[in-house]
């Protein structure tokens, strides 16, 4: 879903571009799926650099696909552009590494802020996929502000993404009664332990990152993801206009509101021409960089950037 998504984002925004009389840049898009699966990220993007001689790319998709394949994009000096890679260390990777997504550090601290302010808890029960760079990542920051909060952690369990049993790490969390549980992962498996949860009677509030912010996790887990908090930089009720236009625009398109990667992945094409238009240069690998680099209070569907 994160995936079909941001893919519905681009080419609506190509879609646009394209069409706009006044645009003096047309984009020939090519679209490849990674699958989720590191090779095949490694592979796409080779393909978009020494194939398709692409100007940009955008993606890979999540974090773990940036960290095998954004290296190869800064080796080749070519920009990619991430629009759902929140993990610490992407933009670490390299000077021709960007996103947009609000990295974890930024989205978990507003979480459990405004959590604690209306539950005040004591302690937490954490549960993070420990084959999965974002959530290991996302983990750490979890336990370091814990930490400061001097909030205790009471026990910590790991699973593995497609994991589909969690009875043995829930009966252990269960045993220990935390006021709070805190969940890692992806919408897939955190709806199957949101279900489970409340399956056993654990009816603690439930918070999670940003693999919780698509909307397939309430479709998936019904009920059981009520009283779950996390905090996502896109909200289809913002007030403005550019905000609304998109909504109207996004649901005449696909027949559904834009979820957050679907906005993010838009303002990700719009971010990428401005640069092209500031660079003066539709050719220009260092240009576009530097331009993008430059980007000072640029206002898109999820807010203002820099």
């Not at 699973?159 to 919408?187: E, G, H, M």
């Not at 539709?282 to 000072?296: G, P, S």
């Amino acid at each position: 879903a994160y995936g079909q998504a941001m893919k519905d984002g681009v080419d609506l925004a190509v879609e646009e571009i394209n069409n706009n009389p006044n645009t003096k840049m047309k984009i020939d898009l090519k679209t490849y799926d990674t699958k989720l699966v590191k090779a095949e990220a490694i592979n796409a993007v080779k393909k978009c650099i020494e194939q398709d001689k692409v100007l940009a790319i955008e993606g890979p998709t999540l974090s773990g696909s940036m960290f095998a394949a954004g290296p190869i994009a800064q080796q080749s000096k070519v920009v990619a552009f991430g629009t759902g890679t929140t993990a610490p260390g992407i933009t670490d990777l390299g000077d021709y590494i960007f996103r947009n997504a609000i990295p974890g550090k930024m989205a978990i601290p507003i979480t459990v802020k405004k959590a604690h302010d209306k539950l005040g808890f004591k302690n937490v029960a954490i549960m993070y996929s420990n084959n999965n760079d974002q959530m290991v990542g996302e983990h750490g920051i979890y336990e370091e502000l814990f930490k400061k909060m001097g909030i205790d952690v009471i026990d910590t369990e790991t699973f593995a993404d497609k994991d589909t049993d969690f009875s043995a790490q829930l009966t252990n969390i269960q045993t220990k009664n935390p006021d709070v549980i805190v969940v890692c992962s992806y919408y897939q498996e955190g709806s199957r332990i949101l279900k489970k949860m409340r399956e056993m009677g654990m009816n603690q509030p439930v918070l999670g990152d940003n693999g919780f912010v698509s909307p397939e996790l309430g479709r998936m887990a019904g009920s059981a993801a009520d009283n779950v908090y996390v905090s996502s930089m896109w909200s289809a009720e913002r007030k403005d206009a550019k905000v609304q236009n998109f909504v109207d625009a996004y649901t005449k398109k696909y027949g559904h509101a834009p979820d957050q990667f679907a906005a993010s992945a838009y303002d990700g094409v719009y971010m990428a021409v401005d640069a092209m238009k500031r660079a003066g240069s539709t050719t220009d690998h260092k240009k576009i960089r530097d331009a993008l680099a430059q980007m000072k209070d640029f206002k898109g569907v999820c807010g203002t950037f820099s």
